[in-house]
């Protein structure tokens, strides 16, 4: 089992900026990657970026580009997000996506509980 655990979120001016955290725990699994999603209300969930783990690969929607930054401690098995340059349409719930593979049981995405960032004008 996999517990995630989120904070970060909260209420900024347009321009302003946040830092959203992960911390993954449990034990017995590897991580392969790690990411950040986002649901606005009446909106489909979103990717906002993604990070893996070995190598520290990203991608980023488009939206997002030059204003986050996604990076990880693989030794406390967290994920970052620093966001800059808010807009009030970054307003969202934002979720954490881990997924990790167990050597016997194979691979599964786990999600955080969301944590929610509201940018005003």
């Known amino acids: 089992q996999v517990q995630l655990v989120e904070s970060g979120g909260g209420l900024v001016q347009a321009g302003g900026s946040l830092r959203l955290s992960c911390a993954a725990s449990g034990s017995g699994f590897i991580i392969s990657h790690m990411g950040w999603y986002r649901q606005a209300p009446g909106k489909q969930r979103e990717l906002v970026a993604v990070?893996?783990?070995?190598?520290?690969?990203?991608n980023y929607a488009d939206s997002v580009k030059g204003r986050f930054t996604i990076s990880r401690d693989n030794a406390k098995n967290t994920v970052y997000l620093q966001m800059n340059s808010l807009k009030p349409e970054d307003t969202a719930v934002y979720l954490c996506n881990v997924r990790v593979v167990f050597a016997v049981t194979g691979t599964y995405d786990y999600w955080g509980q969301g944590t929610q960032v509201t940018v005003y004008s």
């Open positions: 990070i893996t783990s070995n190598r520290g690969s990203t």
